[in-house]
């Protein structure tokens, strides 16, 4: 699932690729992805024509500006969510297509950036006013990658869940997915049901050291790495022991996901 380090990679796919470039052509083979109440042929006439101003993110979400600098975030922009399984990918010259490709835009090099989404969660959004942006944004936390020890402690004490729950809550902070918020709790040896509030500042500040550790890794991967000495590296594997301890690691549903922790490391 395409978390704040998958989006910051599919940012510079798009930032390095299509920025300033003419799109010529607009196939939306699937209309399911967008949101409801915008049509394929709307959505096509406002982005054909256009050249994408700098992609900005904020959390899982990707911001592409369409329009001049005359607006603040430069409408109509389109703001692109991934869901579960979706991604961004650039291809030059005559690529096949792939049955999970929903919208392709092609440039004026002649290559194309596709949105390609095995499920479709209707993640593509347009804002043709910045007031729409600026409501996406006011529903999301601060940026993960970005936000401060302090701000993160205070948001955190203000929420009544666990500590897993309200770190996955984009209310709270914005980008954090499953991967991440299990490996930044087991660096910070922080059990993923304790209360967020009773959370000593001691903690909260481990929890946030480890969090900017993940995400800086996992960001130059463009993805959370299944690296050795990561929790990572092996939760996915058959007899799971703890990289650090070697003890068993638990698995349950916690906050309706997954969760893989140390039962030693980890202390409820
Ligand atoms: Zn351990």
Redesign the pocket.
């Known amino acids: 699932m395409p978390e704040l380090p998958d989006v910051e990679g599919f940012r510079r796919l798009v930032a390095a690729n299509a920025t300033g470039r003419r799109i010529d052509s607009v196939v939306v083979a699937d209309s399911g992805v967008l949101e409801p109440g915008l049509d394929a042929d709307r959505f096509a006439r406002a982005v054909r024509g256009r050249r994408p101003g700098p992609a900005l993110r904020h959390g899982k979400w990707l911001l592409l500006p369409l329009g001049d600098s005359s607006s603040a975030h430069g409408v109509p922009c389109l703001l692109v969510h991934f869901g579960m399984t979706g991604g961004f990918v650039w291809c030059t010259g005559h690529a096949d297509g792939h049955r999970h490709d929903r919208i392709l835009l092609g440039f004026e090099s002649g290559s194309e950036l596709r949105y390609r989404d095995m499920r479709k969660l209707t993640g593509v959004r347009m804002a043709e006013a910045d007031s729409e942006v600026d409501e996406l944004l006011n529903a999301l936390g601060p940026d993960a990658a970005e936000v401060s020890a302090a701000e993160f402690a205070a948001r955190l004490r203000g929420t009544g869940s666990g500590i897993k729950a309200a770190l996955l809550d984009q209310s709270v902070v914005a980008g954090l997915g499953n991967l991440c918020v299990d490996e930044a709790l087991w660096r910070a040896r922080t059990h993923p049901r304790r209360k967020s509030r009773e959370l000593t500042a001691t903690e909260l500040g481990e929890l946030h050291r480890a969090m900017g550790s993940v995400l800086r890794s996992s960001v130059r991967e463009g993805r959370v790495p299944e690296r050795r000495g990561w929790l990572n590296g092996i939760r996915n594997e058959r007899s799971r022991r703890?990289p650090?301890?070697?003890?068993v690691l638990c698995r349950a549903a916690t906050a309706g996901r997954t969760t893989v922790w140390?039962p030693?490391?980890?202390p409820e």
């Open positions: 703890c650090r301890c070697s003890a140390c030693s490391c980890q």
